[in-house]
């Protein structure tokens, strides 16, 4: 009988609650939720009765579970980006291994101070990079590495965050704030440092970047709009980010009850969500809120042996997926996740089209990376796998941070080159 793996989640909000706590059933028979945690009482209440967790193994939040002992073989940190570092090591010190959220910390100090304590203790901290785990950007690291199109020496990547994302998550909701969360180049695109430094099997050198707050502000209100899309604003029939068509009209009225409208209230309903929108943040005119991170962000980076990256991160887009063009010496790949399709080019032959979907069965969650990365950490918890270290291991994850902080302040700096080497000396403090 394979070992089960216990589980404690610390943060049942969309990624604690709707997809990790909701692996253990996947993963019946692999792992179980023993322990829960979370500010609001109606989140802990319903999973203890889903789960199955007695009274005493549930928390009004991560603190008050962590001043009890070890309660699970693992802890799942899936709290706010500040959070982490006050979460993770005192866990890591009571003998948890760790599922953690990116990003680790936007503070550099923090985040190597819970890998040297991951180290002390001898205990695995897997940061959630879940494009590593995906059939799509495997596959193109497998290409990579075959040598299909040799040396790599440039890549070009987009980020398409979407209007809609960008208004509900970075404009109206949590990671709005770089002071309350992370840069947004940290908080939403460290995924996307990561991969491509992984993809690319090289180091950052050096660093620069541009972007701004654009749009998104009071300067840029069309005149008529109001405080709050309920009040009266006077041009919100032909506003695309109404919050009233967005998550009632297109939202609930139409079957809608998963994220997003479930961060605005646990069962979403014309009635809750018109409450949430009256009184919360989620109804906010997204010309008037406070928020301060960029809405487009372009970095460079020149990698160890004068390989380059260029990537965009803009909110200014129609649909939310990635885009991506590897070029090498013998050719090039284009491909999109949106449509999950690899298009190769080998110099001199004809182009050869991949279909992701045909790869693998499960897409869902991250485009397949969330199941993925559930079940390679409980291999790794359990010996069953044939890896000592996960994919995103907190020594492999950490580069990705040095390389958005560096590129956050180079776009502070007027585009400034930072070198990333000296970037990192300076501000581990």
């Known amino acids: 009988m394979k070992k089960k793996i216990t589980v404690a989640i610390a943060g049942l909000g969309s990624r604690g609650k709707d997809t990790y706590a909701k692996a253990a059933k996947l993963f019946a028979d692999r792992m179980e939720i023993v322990a829960v945690a979370d500010i609001v ?94 059939p799509f950007y495997q596959e193109l690291k497998r290409l990579i590495n075959v040598g299909t199109i040799g040396d790599v020496v440039s890549i070009q990547a987009i980020e398409n965050v979407a209007y809609w994302h960008q208004a509900h998550s970075f404009v109206r909701g949590n990671w709005r704030n770089s002071e309350e969360s992370s840069p947004m180049i940290l908080q939403k695109s460290c ?23 654009r749009f998104f502000k009071p300067e840029c209100a069309p005149e008529g709009a109001a405080m709050r899309c309920l009040d009266g604003c006077k041009i919100k029939e032909s506003c695309p980010f109404d919050a009233e068509r967005f998550y009632i009209t297109d939202g609930v009225l139409k079957g809608k009850s998963g994220w997003p409208m479930d961060v605005l209230t646990l069962h979403p309903t014309e009635e809750s969500i018109r409450k949430a929108l009256q009184t919360g943040p989620y109804g906010r005119c997204v010309f008037h809120c406070d928020n301060n991170v960029v809405d487009h962000q372009v970095v460079n980076l020149e990698l160890s042996g004068g390989a380059t990256v260029s990537f965009t991160m803009c909110a200014f887009t129609s649909r939310s997926h990635r885009e991506i063009k590897i070029m090498g010496t013998k050719g090039d790949i284009t491909a ?72 956050e302040y180079s776009r502070l700096h007027a585009g400034k080159a930072v070198a990333l080497a000296e970037f990192g000396k300076e501000n581990m403090v």
């Open 336 to 407: 999109s996740m949106g449509d999950n399709i690899i298009d190769v080019g080998v110099f001199g032959e004809e182009h050869r089209f991949i279909d992701v979907k045909k790869l693998a069965s499960d897409l869902s969650g991250h485009a397949g990376g969330d199941n993925r990365m559930i079940s390679e950490l409980l291999d790794l918890l359990t010996g069953e796998g044939m890896k000592e270290t996960a994919l995103t291991s907190i020594e492999d994850s950490l580069e990705s941070h040095y390389v958005a902080l560096a590129a």
């Open 41 to 134: 009482p109606e989140k802990v209440r319903e999973a203890a009765k889903e789960y199955g967790i007695p009274e005493d193994r549930c928390f009004d939040s991560a603190e008050s579970l962590l001043r009890e002992k070890r309660l699970a073989d693992v802890l799942f940190i899936c709290t706010m980006d500040r959070q982490h570092y006050g979460h993770a090591v005192p866990a890591l010190k009571k003998g948890y291994h760790l599922l953690l959220e990116k990003p680790v910390s936007p503070v550099l100090a923090e985040c190597l101070e819970i890998e040297e304590t991951a180290k002390k203790y001898g205990r695995h901290v897997v940061v959630c990079h879940v494009l590593r785990y995906t």
């Open 191 to 213: 995924h996307d440092m990561d991969i491509l430094l992984w993809l690319s099997g090289k180091h950052c050198k050096y660093v620069s970047s541009f972007g701004s707050l």
